[in-house]
């Protein structure tokens, strides 16, 4: 049986013991056999051109989303408006603090709804035991 992978190459190239350096014309470990290239070329952008930005305010709307609700709604609004007007990018990260933000409204207004309801419910209970209530 040899010892060849069926394109005639062996399978994985020989690697040198501990310590021996390479033949030379042998690449070290990890490099490609000579005569191959390193990879393939980065593609460059044209001159003046500018990787498209991404709005600020629509990191500022998902980070003040987990701090204060109330804000990433508004700037989230706000930065949808600008990346429609302007082309930035960030929608995602918009809508994602304007999700984020309006979970985060509705659950402080439902803390106090019950909240309300628990207050109301204890002064009900203290003028009737009190014998204040008429």
């Not at 310590?19 to 056999?33: A, E, I, R, T, V």
């Amino acid at each position: 049986m040899s010892n060849s992978h069926p394109s005639g190459q062996p399978p994985y190239p020989p690697q040198p013991y501990q310590g021996q350096q390479p033949y030379p014309g042998q690449p070290y470990p990890g490099q490609p056999y000579p005569g191959q290239p390193y990879g393939q070329p980065y593609a460059v952008a044209p001159y003046g051109y500018a990787a498209p930005r991404t709005n600020t305010l629509a990191i500022v709307s998902l980070v003040s989303a987990f701090v204060v609700s109330i804000v990433a709604v508004i700037t989230g609004h706000i930065a949808l408006s600008q990346i429609k007007r302007t082309g930035e990018t960030g929608r995602g990260l918009a809508l994602a603090g304007l999700i984020i933000g309006y979970v985060g409204v509705g659950f402080t207004v439902l803390f106090f709804i019950i909240w309300l309801a628990a207050v109301v419910s204890l002064l009900n209970v203290g003028y009737a035991t009190t014998g204040l209530a008429s």
